[in-house]
């Protein structure tokens, strides 16, 4: 059975909420408090917080989900936030290159490597 592409619309509503959700996220923790923001994640200098605020909402729309769609099988880590690390330092060379310093260990993401 051939598939069928999905359409490219889809694609791009998915990339939407989700920049809509990371909005939200740099909202709730304030602007003084969020240092950088990626397509999948949001670091600031406020704790895990952030990530308990925003998984309620997620459990919120779960529910309406399965009310609205009761056969539908929704994994229950879907658009879940998680809690990384805690730096003591966090340096921005530019977009997906970073440093933070975590328990006097600095490590370094860059996109790719």
Known sequence: ???RPL???????TVSY?????WKA???AGSDA??????DCIKTTRGK???????????EKAKLAKK???KL??????GRWSFEYTADEFIVAGIKWYAHKENGTIKFKAAGA
């Open 34 to 39: 969020t240092v950088y923001c990626d397509t």
């Open 18 to 22: 989700s920049r809509l959700d990371i």
């Open 1 to 3: 059975m051939k598939r």
């Open 73 to 78: 099988e929704i994994p229950s880590t879907l």
């Open 7 to 13: 359409p490219m619309s889809l694609g791009i509503w």
């Open 26 to 28: 740099a909202k709730i």
């Open 49 to 59: 917080e952030i990530g308990e605020l925003l998984n309620k909402e997620v459990e």
């Open 68 to 70: 609205r769609f009761p």
